[in-house]
C-alpha cells in the first residue's frame, strides 16, 4: 500500500511542477537531455546488444560519482568481457563524462529513469539486469523494489550516508524502512557502515571496503591541451598559480578579494578559476569583471597578447589539467556550505591542497590529509590568505605539502579490487553466468 501511496505522490509533484521544469527546459539545455529516456523511452538501437546476455548495470548520479567508479568499471570489463554494462546518470555532465572516460567500458549510456512505477518497470524489463551497482548514496524506492522483485541483487559502492540523509531515511521510516533490507552496501568508512545498518541494511551486508576515489589514477595527459593551456596562462618558469577548482556562488568573491591581497606580494601570480556548474559561467565572469581585475576566458582560446592575471576557466573536462599546471589547489564547495568535492584530485599532481570547513561527505578525506600534512583546513576568508601566502612563499613547504597529499592516495589505495571480488561473489550466489 506505501508503495502506491509514494507513487501517487511522485505522480502529482510531477504534474505540479511539470510548469516550471517546461520553463527550464526553454531555457536550460541540461534540463532537456536526455528527456525521454528518463520516462523509459530509450532507443532500441542501444539496447540491442542485451538481448539475452547477462547485464551489470552501473549507475552514478554526476561528474564526481561517475570519475571514482571508472577503475572499477575497467577492471570488472577486464576481467568480465563477455557482461554487457550499461551505465546510467542523472545529469548531463555526468553523461558526459561517462561517454569520454568509459566508453571503451560501456555497452549502453543512458539517462537514469524517474522513480515512477510505470517507467521503472519497463526499465528493468527491457535492460534485464543481472546486477544493479549504484555509486555512493541514491536510494530510489519504486526503483529498488522492482530490482528486489526481479531477484537482481543491488550493491552500494563506495558507500556513505550523510548525517542529512541519515537523519532523512530515519524520518520516513515508513518508505525507507524495507528499502534497505537486503541491499550489499560496500562504505567507505566504518561511520557509514554503521549508519547504514541503522537504517536498515543487514549488518552482514555492510562491509567496509574503502573509498574508490583514492584509486582514481592519474590521467592520461593530453600534450596539446598542456602546451594550449600553458600558452593561455602565460606561464614562464617560477611563477605561481591557485587554481580554484569547482567553486560555488559566494566562493568567487572571497577567492578574487583574497587573490587582490596576494597579488600585492607575488607579482607574477595567476588565479583560475573553475565554477563547479557550466550554467554558472556567465554569472561568474560578471563577478570577475566587477571585480576590476583583468582576465580572459579558457573558451576563448589561447590569448598571450591579452594582460590578465584571472583565467576563468569556462570548459567541461579541463579541469584536472590545471590542477596539474597549479603551484597550490582550492577545492570549492567548502568555504560555502554545497557539500564539497574531491579533495584528492590535485594530489594526483602532488600540489598542496587547500579547503574550507564544510566538507559533509569528504571531512574523512579532510582528516586523512591534515593528518599527513598535504592539506590545510582554513574556516573564513582571512585564514585562505594566510594559507595561501604561507603556502606561496615557502618552496620546500609546497614540496612538502604536496608530496604528502600524494601519499594519502598511496596508503589508502585498494578499494576497488576489495569491491569487485565481493560483487563477483554475489553474482555467483545469484547463478548468473560469470
Same mark, same amino acid.
Given at each position: ?45 542501444? @539496447? ?65 529513469? @524517474? ?219 567548502? @568555504? ?25 561527505s569528504y571531512l574523512y578525506m579532510a582528516e586523512l590529509l591534515e593528518k599527513r600534512g598535504g592539506g590545510f583546513r582554513v574556516k573564513d576568508s582571512a585564514a585562505l590568505f594566510d594559507a595561501f601566502k604561507k603556502i606561496l612563499s615557502d618552496h620546500n613547504l609546497r614540496e612538502k605539502t604536496g608530496k604528502n597529499a600524494k601519499t594519502v592516495l598511496e596508503e589508502n589505495r585498494g578499494a576497488t579490487e576489495k569491491s569487485l571480488s565481493i560483487i ?11
Amino acid at each position: 500500500m506505501m508503495q502506491y501511496i509514494y507513487d501517487i505522490f511522485l505522480h502529482l509533484s510531477l504534474l505540479l511542477l511539470l510548469p516550471y521544469f517546461f520553463l527550464k527546459m526553454l531555457f536550460k539545455g541540461k534540463y532537456r537531455s536526455g528527456m525521454a529516456e528518463r520516462f523509459g523511452f530509450i532507443e532500441n538501437k542501444k @539496447l540491442e546488444g542485451l538481448s539475452g546476455r547477462d547485464v551489470a548495470w552501473f549507475h552514478a548520479v554526476s561528474v564526481g560519482e561517475a570519475r571514482a567508479v571508472m577503475p572499477l568499471l575497467k577492471l570488472f570489463r577486464a576481467n568480465h568481457p563477455d557482461i554487457k554494462i550499461v551505465f546510467s546518470t542523472v545529469t548531463r555532465t555526468g553523461n558526459n563524462v561517462a561517454n569520454k572516460e568509459g566508453a571503451p567500458f560501456i555497452d549502453a549510456l543512458i539517462y537514469f529513469p @524517474l522513480d515512477l512505477l510505470w517507467v521503472v518497470k519497463r526499465e528493468v524489463r527491457r535492460i534485464h539486469p543481472s546486477v544493479f551497482i549504484v555509486v555512493e548514496k541514491e536510494f530510489w524506492p519504486n526503483f529498488f523494489r522492482t530490482l528486489k522483485k526481479n531477484s537482481v541483487p543491488i550493491i552500494v559502492v563506495n558507500g556513505t550516508v550523510s548525517e542529512r540523509s541519515f537523519l532523512r531515511y530515519r524520518r520516513f521510516s515508513f518508505i525507507f524502512g524495507e528499502l534497505f533490507k537486503g541491499i550489499t552496501f560496500l562504505a567507505r568508512t566504518g561511520e557509514d557502515a554503521e549508519r547504514a545498518i541503522a537504517i536498515g541494511v543487514d549488518r552482514q551486508k555492510a562491509i567496509v571496503t574503502g573509498n574508490l576515489k583514492f584509486d582514481m589514477r592519474e590521467p592520461i595527459m593530453d600534450k596539446e591541451k598542456i602546451q594550449s593551456l600553458l600558452a593561455l596562462f602565460g606561464i614562464r618558469p617560477g611563477e605561481l598559480i591557485i587554481v580554484a577548482g569547482s567553486t560555488h556562488q559566494g566562493e568567487e568573491k572571497i577567492l578574487l578579494d583574497t587573490f587582490k591581497r596576494l597579488k600585492s606580494e607575488f607579482a607574477t601570480l595567476q588565479l583560475v578559476i573553475a565554477p563547479r556548474h557550466p550554467e554558472r559561467f556567465g554569472e561568474v565572469e560578471a563577478i570577475i569583471s566587477a571585480s576590476g581585475i583583468p582576465y580572459i576566458k579558457r573558451s576563448a582560446g589561447p590569448k598571450k597578447e591579452i594582460p590578465h592575471d584571472v583565467v576563468l576557466l569556462d570548459t567541461i573536462g579541463e579541469l584536472v589539467f590545471a590542477y596539474s599546471l597549479s603551484t597550490v589547489a582550492f577545492v570549492g564547495g567548502t @568555504l560555502v556550505d554545497a557539500g564539497g568535492h574531491n579533495l584528492l584530485e590535485p594530489a594526483f599532481f602532488g600540489k598542496p591542497v587547500i579547503y574550507g570547513p564544510y566538507l559533509k561527505s569528504y571531512l574523512y578525506m579532510a582528516e586523512l590529509l591534515e593528518k599527513r600534512g598535504g592539506g590545510f583546513r582554513v574556516k573564513d576568508s582571512a585564514a585562505l590568505f594566510d594559507a595561501f601566502k604561507k603556502i606561496l612563499s615557502d618552496h620546500n613547504l609546497r614540496e612538502k605539502t604536496g608530496k604528502n597529499a600524494k601519499t594519502v592516495l598511496e596508503e589508502n589505495r585498494g578499494a576497488t579490487e576489495k569491491s569487485l571480488s565481493i560483487i563477483e561473489g554475489i553474482i555467483k550466489r545469484h547463478n548468473r553466468r560469470i
